[in-house]
Each structure stands twice: as C-alpha cells, then as structure tokens.
C-alpha cells in the first residue's frame, strides 16, 4: 500500500510552461527528498528537507525550487520547464531519529518537456 | 564526497542461474540498504545490514555486509524472471542523505 503519493504520474508539457509536482505522505515523516532518475539508470538527488521550514540542494544541480510548509506536503516547482527537464522525479521520506531507517519512495511521475 | 561502486551495471541471465550483485566503498558506513525498483515504480526496500560481517537471508536472495562495512553484495540463487528489476545498494552515514550506487539491471528469462 502507498503512504506517500506522487501527481501527476505522467505529464507531457511544452517548453517555458511552469509546473509543479506534487508529493504527500501520511506517514508523519520529517525527512522528505526529491530524487530525479532517467529510466534505469541511478538516482540523483536534487533537494530535501530536514521538515517543516527547512529545504536543501541536492548533489544535482537543478533549475526547481522546492517548499516545506506542512509536513506532509513536500511540492518540486520547476519555473521554466525546458527539455533537458525530461526524466523521472522521485519523491520519498524517512522518519528522524530511527537510526538506519530506509526510505519510503513514491511511484513517481514521469515528465516529457516538448 | 562518498561514492559507492555498484557492478555489474548490468545482467542478462537464464532462470536457475545464479548471481552476485557487488557495492563497494572507500568509506564506511553505519549501514547499508538494498532496494529493487520495478518499471514504473519507485525502489522498495529489500533489507538493511547493519553490523560487519553481518549476513541476512530473503528467501532466495542472500545480503553480506562487510567486516569493515564498506561493502557489501547481493546473491541471487536460481534467478527467476520475477527477479527482473534494478537492484540498488545504498549507503547511510548517519547524515539525512543517503548514498545510492548506480545500481544493476538485471534480466532474468525464461
């Protein structure tokens, strides 16, 4: 069963359009990451959070802004998507203070920039 | 900036074949994670080792954590196509960001 939730799953849009992926989790976890993945290949981490109020860069360098105004919500804005953007963002969470506690990943959404 | 060195990139192999996935580090760790991801889908956990030395089994599949815990593999006995996926490895530190290898994509036919 999903206890964190990705829309869209799929998402075709032009060049320079503005878009935000949305991601929740009903889990109550204070670290929430954004992972960006071409189909196969390895993950990349563009931002996280430590929790409400605290955003991260990533090791990738990205062109989207993230925002952690509640903790269940941890939405990716992308400002001027270009086709360089096309790939899959993946979404996930981990609970603080459990020592070794693995992620929660969301299914993801796969964005095509034309 | 700690990396982890995940082969075989990729494997193709026939049902009842067996396999061994590596991940290796000059770093340590306080654990390390496997996950498998499925087309489509995000990764799910298989298992995390967490002492040197440690072994756990998951079925078919049998996870070894190094002594020094900077490495660690994966053996995969009499592969079955509902194996197919990519297999991550993924290293914790203790930070809030996890390390994740480049994972292998492994084919099982039939």
């Known amino acids: 069963e999903a206890d964190i939730y990705q829309t869209p799953r799929y998402l075709v849009i032009g060049t320079g359009k503005k878009i935000t992926l949305e991601c929740s989790q009903t889990?109550?976890?204070?670290?929430m990451y954004w992972y960006q993945q071409d189909p196969g290949m390895e993950l990349h981490l563009i931002h996280y959070s430590y929790g409400v109020n605290s955003t991260e860069k990533g090791d990738l360098s990205s062109e989207s802004t993230v925002s952690r105004i509640r903790t269940e919500h941890f939405p990716l804005t992308l400002e001027s998507a270009r086709p360089s953007h096309t790939s899959q963002y993946l979404c996930a969470s981990r609970p603080t203070g459990t020592g070794n506690s693995p992620l929660h990943f969301g299914n993801g959404t796969r964005l095509t920039v034309t | 900036t700690q990396l982890l060195e995940q082969s075989p990139q990729f494997l193709s192999i026939q049902e009842g074949e067996n396999l061994t996935v590596y991940c290796n580090s000059s770093?340590?760790?306080?654990?390390l994670q496997w996950y498998r991801q499925e087309p489509g889908e995000g990764p799910v956990l298989l298992v995390t080792?967490?002492?040197?030395?440690e072994v756990k089994k998951l079925k078919r599949l049998t996870f070894q954590f190094g002594d020094a815990r900077k490495d660690s593999s994966l053996h995969i006995t009499a592969a079955q196509p509902g194996d197919t996926g990519l297999y991550l490895c993924?290293?914790?530190?203790?930070?809030?960001?996890?390390?994740f290898g480049k994972g292998t994509m492994l084919l099982v036919s039939p």
């Open positions: 080792v967490v002492t040197g030395g």
């Open positions: 770093s340590v760790f306080s654990s």
């Open positions: 889990m109550g976890h204070d670290k």
């Open positions: 993924a290293g914790d530190s203790g930070y809030s960001t996890l390390t």
